[in-house]
C-alpha cells in the first residue's frame, strides 16, 4: 500500500498522514471499492478446482435446459422404445457390446424396455437438478427467516423454534420420508389412472426434502445472528433510530450471506443424493418417468448381465456430486478465506 | 477555555439519581433473581451545551454502562435523564427518534461498529435517511462533505470499512455521528482501541468538531491523559458512583478524593527527575465485586484513611469545605489538595513492599 497526500478537511482537523491509504489515486478516475463479494469472486477465479467444478456444474445445468433439444438430435426420447436395440433371444439384452452403445445410442439402451440411455439420462438429471435446487432454496428460506428470528428475537421465541430445529435434526430422515410419501401421494390421488401425476410426486419430494433440511440453515444462521447482534454496528443503527425490520434486513443479513451461500451450495448436492436414494428405494420418482435414482435401481438387477448400465448413471451422479461439493467448498473458501481447510 | 459551569436550567443533559442493575437469574425454566450487577448506582451529573464531560475510571467501574443509559441502549433501572429539556429515561422506542437526532454515540471498537458489508457512503447516509433528512446538496453530496470534515478523501466514498485502518474507520463513525448534526455525542472510549500515534490525531478531530460545531461531549476514557486534554469537567468513577467530579484543572492538580489521588499517581511520569515529584500511592487488591459492593463508602475496602465512618456512612457527593465551585468530592476524609509527594509513599501492595524492602536490604 502507498501513502498518499490527502486534501485538508475543512476543520483544519490533524491531517492522517501515518495512515496507509487504501490505494493510490489516480487522476480522473473514480475510486470504487472492492466489495467483499468482489473480492470473493476475484478469489474463485484462482482457484483451478473450483473453476472445474463450476464449469462442470454450468455443463450439467445447460444439458439439463437443453435436454428436449438433445433428444430432438439424437432422435430418441426418453419413452421411446427402440425394438431393434434390443435382443429377445437374450432376455431383452442391448445388442452389441458395452451395453448397446453407438452412435444411435450414445449411452446404449435399457434392458428390458430399449429405451434410449442418453435420454433417460439428460432428463433423469432435469429431475435430479431441480429437486436438488428447488428443495435447497425452499429450505435456505426457510431457515433463514426461522434463524434471523430465533436468534434477534431470543427468548421464548429462540426456544420455542430451537426446540423445533432440535427435533427436526434428531428425526431418521430417510426412514421417516419413506414411510410418509406413499401416504401423502395417497391422500393427494389426482390423475385419470388413480396414480399419482409426476408433477405432484416431484413437489412431495421436494417438500418433503426440505421439511428435513431448513433446520440445519436456520441454527447455522442463528448462531451467526447471536454474534453478529452484539456488535457494535447494531447498537450504532439503533442510536440513528432504526427499527426492526432495518436492523435484520439491512445490517444482519448482508452479514449472513457468506454463509447462507455456502449453507446453500453444498445442500443442493446432499438433497441430489437424497432424491437419488429416495427413487432407487422407490419412493421418489417412479420409472418409467425418468431419473437418475430410479435408473441405478433397476440397473442394479442386471449388473452381472450389462454392467454399463449401471456404470454410466453412476459415473454421471458421482461427477455431479463431487462437483457441486467440490463448488460448495471454493465458494465457502473464497468467502471465508480464514475458515482453515479440513 | 472557560470553566464557568451554566446556569441551572441551561443543561443540555441533566442525569440524576440514574442506576442499572443487571439481574443474575439462575434455573433452566423457572428462573429466579438471585442477585444483581450494581454496575452503575445512583449517579447525577450535567453537561451544559457545547461542554465536554470526561468520565474516567477503571475497567468495570460503570463508565460505559452510562453512556449506554444515556443513549438508551440500556433501559435505566432507576433514575432520570433529561436531554435537551425532556425526560427521555423511559421513552418508548418509537419515540425516542427526535432525541436521538440529537444525541449521537461513537463507539470503542471501529472494527465493529461499523458493518463490513456496507459502503462508507452508505454508513454515513443512513443516519439521515432514516430520519427523514434530506441535505438541499443530496445525501451523497452530504456524505462526502463529512469525510473531508473528518479528515478523510471524500472519493472513499465507494469503499468498504475493511480497506481501512482503525484510525480511519473511527473517523468514517465520527462522520456517521456528525451526520444528524446532534447537540450531544456519547464518545464511549473513542481511542482505547487505536495506536497511540493515531489517537492524538482522532481526540484532536473531535476536539475541533467540538469548537466549530458546537457539539457537547460525555467523553468515557480510561487514559487520564485523553481526558485531561480534552475535557472541561472531569467526573471519578468508582464501582457504580461518582467519587469526584471537578473542572479540568482542579481534579488534575488539587484531587480530594483518596480514589483520584491513586489514579493520578498511576498515570507513569513523563519526565523522571522532574523537580516537583509527584506523591506516590499503591494500592492493593482488585476492585470489589459489583454484585455486592461494600457498605457505605466503596472505596474503604482500599483505602489507606478508611474508618469506622466509611462502613456505616455513605459519603454525599458535595462540595467541601476550601473546595471551588463546581468541585464535588464523596468522602469523609478527604485529601489535601495537592499531588506533591509526601513524606512518605502510600504503598499498599504487600508484594511491592516486600520487593522494596529486600531491595533496599540488599544495597
Known sequence: MTTQQQPMPATGATQATGEPSPAPLSDGTAITGRSPARMAWRRIRRDKVTMAAFVITVLFILIALLAPVLTDITGWGPITPDGKAINPDTGNFPRGSLGGISLTHLLGVEPGTGYDLFARIVYGLRTSLFVGFASAVLSTVVGVVAGLAAGYSGGWVDSVLSRIMDVMLAFPQLLFIIALTPVIQNAMQTNDHGGTDENLRLLVLVLNIAVFAWAYTARLVRGQVLSLREREFVDAARIMSAGKWHILFRQLLPNLWAPVLISFALAVPQNITTEAALSYLGVGVIPPNPDWGALLSDASQFFLQDPMYLFVPGVLLLILVLALNLLGDGVRDALDPRAARG | ????????????????????????????????????????????????????????????????????????????????????????????????????????????????????????????????????????????????????????????????????????????????????????????????????????????????????????????????????????????????????????????????????????????????????????????????????????????????????????????????GGNAEGHLTACHFPEEPSVEARAEDIVLDPALTTLEDNASAAS
Not at chain 2, 427521555?88 to 458489508?117: G, V
Open chain 2, 1 to 320: 477555555m472557560s470553566t464557568t459551569q451554566p446556569a441551572a436550567g441551561e443543561h443540555l443533559l441533566e442525569v440524576s439519581g440514574l442506576t442499572k442493575h443487571f439481574p443474575i437469574r439462575r434455573g433452566i425454566v423457572f428462573q429466579r433473581q438471585i442477585g444483581a450487577v450494581h454496575a452503575v448506582d445512583g449517579i447525577d451529573f450535567t453537561v451544559g451545551a457545547g461542554q465536554s464531560l470526561g468520565l474516567v475510571g477503571e475497567s468495570g467501574c460503570g463508565k460505559s454502562t452510562t453512556g449506554r443509559l444515556i443513549t438508551r441502549l440500556l433501559e435505566p433501572t432507576a433514575g432520570k435523564v433529561v436531554f435537551d429539556g425532556e425526560d427521555i429515561t423511559h421513552t418508548p422506542e418509537n419515540r425516542m427518534k427526535e432525541a436521538r437526532r440529537n444525541l449521537q454515540m461513537i463507539f470503542q471498537d471501529p472494527y465493529s461498529s461499523l458493518n463490513p458489508r456496507h459502503t462508507v457512503g452508505t454508513i454515513v447516509e443512513t443516519p439521515m435517511r432514516l430520519n427523514d433528512i434530506n441535505p438541499p446538496q443530496g445525501h451523497k453530496k452530504r456524505a462526502q462533505e463529512l469525510l473531508e470534515t473528518v479528515g478523510l478523501n471524500p472519493e472513499h466514498y465507494n469503499r468498504y470499512p475493511n480497506e481501512f485502518s482503525g484510525g480511519q474507520r473511527q473517523r468514517i463513525g465520527i462522520a456517521r455521528a456528525l451526520a444528524l448534526r446532534p447537540k450531544l455525542i456519547v464518545a464511549d472510549e473513542p481511542v482505547s482501541a487505536l495506536d497511540v500515534s493515531i489517537q492524538a490525531q482522532i481526540v484532536n478531530l473531535l476536539q475541533d468538531l467540538q469548537r466549530e460545531l458546537g457539539i457537547a461531549f460525555v467523553f468515557i476514557a480510561h487514559d487520564l491523559a485523553v481526558v485531561r486534554h480534552f475535557c472541561e469537567r472531569v467526573a471519578v468513577m468508582y464501582l457504580g458512583k461518582i467519587v469526584e467530579v471537578a473542572d479540568r484543572q482542579t481534579l488534575y492538580t488539587g484531587p480530594r478524593h483518596p480514589y483520584t489521588h491513586a489514579l493520578l499517581s498511576a498515570v507513569p511520569e513523563a519526565d523522571p527527575d522532574a523537580v516537583h515529584r509527584r506523591e506516590r500511592i499503591r494500592l492493593a487488591g482488585d476492585v470489589p465485586s459489583p454484585v455486592d459492593p461494600p457498605s457505605g463508602c466503596r472505596f474503604r475496602t482500599r483505602c489507606w484513611k478508611a474508618q469506622e465512618r466509611c462502613a456505616t456512612e455513605e459519603p454525599p457527593l458535595v462540595r467541601l
